[in-house]
Structures are given as C-alpha cells and as structure tokens.
Nanobody, 120 residues
Framework: VQLQASGGGLVEAGGSRRLSCAAS????????MAWYRQAPGKQRELVAR???????NYLDSVEGRFTISRHNAKNTVYLQMDSLKPEDTGVYYC???????????????WGQGTLVTVSS
C-alpha cells in the first residue's frame, strides 16, 4: 500500500492551501486517516484525524482554520487549510490505518510528506 501526498507549496500568511493524500494498493478497509506535521527542529505532531465514520479531531491551534475530509471510495484524505499562519510551516505527512487483502490485522502507512511554507 502506498500513500501519495500532494498540495504543498509556498503561501502567504492568511492564505489557503489544500492537501490531498491518496492511498493505493490492496486495501480491504480503511479506518482512520490523519495528517501530521513536523516543523523544523520540532517533533511530529497530529494536526487532524478523521475516522471511517467521519468523526474528526483537531490540534487546538488549527481548530476552526483547518478542515479534514475524506473520500472513502477513493481512499483519499484531504486537508483544507485556511487563514494560514507562519507557525503552520512544516512538512505535512498523511497517515492511514487499513487492512490489506489476505491480512487479519490493521497496518499503518505514511505518505512521503509535502512541505508547506507560510510566509509572513
């Protein structure tokens, strides 16, 4: 299973950006999907998570500015980022928990990361 993230780039403070992450491969079922980020010199942190049923959770600092969504048929997760701030700068990684064909356990996958830079 591969996760391919896209949508990063340079944006001015106050602007918007939409990230996408598509999972491909022999996936039987997809559970939670999420976005993490890692700023320079900092640990990776959970930004937003969405369950298979659509329940969402957000990092306090992005609540009300970011929106996570998913397209279950496409095994794709999105992150709409509005009112971006310089402190949102970092590498954004998508994450997914899924079951593969022929397996009876959950596996965890990570995308390659996409850099978002917010200029002040």
């Amino acid at each position: 299973v591969q996760l391919q993230a896209s949508g990063g780039g340079l944006v001015e403070a106050g602007g918007s950006r939409r990230l996408s992450c598509a999972a491909s491969g022999s996936i039987v079922s997809m559970r939670d999907m999420a976005w993490y980020r890692q700023a320079p010199g900092k640990q990776r942190e959970l930004v937003a998570r969405i369950s298979s049923g659509g329940t969402t959770n957000y990092l306090d600092s992005v609540e009300g500015r970011f929106t996570i969504s998913r397209h279950n048929a496409k095994n794709t997760v999105y992150l709409q980022m509005d009112s971006l701030k310089p402190e949102d700068t970092g590498v954004y990684y998508c994450n997914a928990i899924f079951v593969q064909y022929g397996s009876n356990r959950y596996d965890v996958g990570w995308g390659q990361g996409t850099l978002v830079t917010v200029s002040s």
